[in-house]
Nanobody, 122 residues
Framework: QVQLVESGGGLVQPGGSLRLSCVAS????????MGWYRQAPGKERELVAG???????NYADFVKGRFTISRDNAKNTVYLQMNSLEPEDTAVYYC????????????????WGQGTQVTVSS
């Protein structure tokens, strides 16, 4: 079993900041790419930012310069620092990871967290 658990969401005023965390646990052999997605009401889930095991990052255009993704491989954790938040950033944020499980070191599987709500409102 592998689990991704997000934390750090909440209510913040426009211009404020939040830091999301996502911890992967369970029978993990290795984690490749990790990332954050979001889904607003009535919209499709979209990529926010991604990070490779080596630390290479990519961002959606709508968050460049405001959000920073990072990871701690020793802790199997990925972070999303969100600054200058806007009402349009309101969504459920999901963690995603490509993980090789113990006992299946040659097969990568895609895992999702349960999501954490981020609401930007005055």
């Amino acid at each position: 079993q592998v689990q991704l658990v997000e934390s750090g969401g909440g209510l913040v005023q426009p211009g404020g900041s939040l830091r999301l965390s996502c911890v992967a646990s369970g029978s993990i052999f290795r984690i490749n790419d990790m990332g954050w997605y979001r889904q607003a009401p009535g919209k499709e889930r979209e990529l926010v930012a991604g990070i490779s095991s080596g630390g290479s990052t990519n961002y959606a255009d709508f968050v460049k310069g405001r959000f920073t993704i990072s990871r701690d491989n020793a802790k199997n954790t990925v972070y999303l620092q969100m600054n200058s938040l806007e009402p349009e950033d309101t969504a459920v944020y999901y963690c995603n990871a490509d993980i090789f499980r113990l006992g299946s070191p040659n097969r990568v599987r895609d895992y999702w967290g349960q999501g954490t709500q981020v609401t930007v409102s005055s």
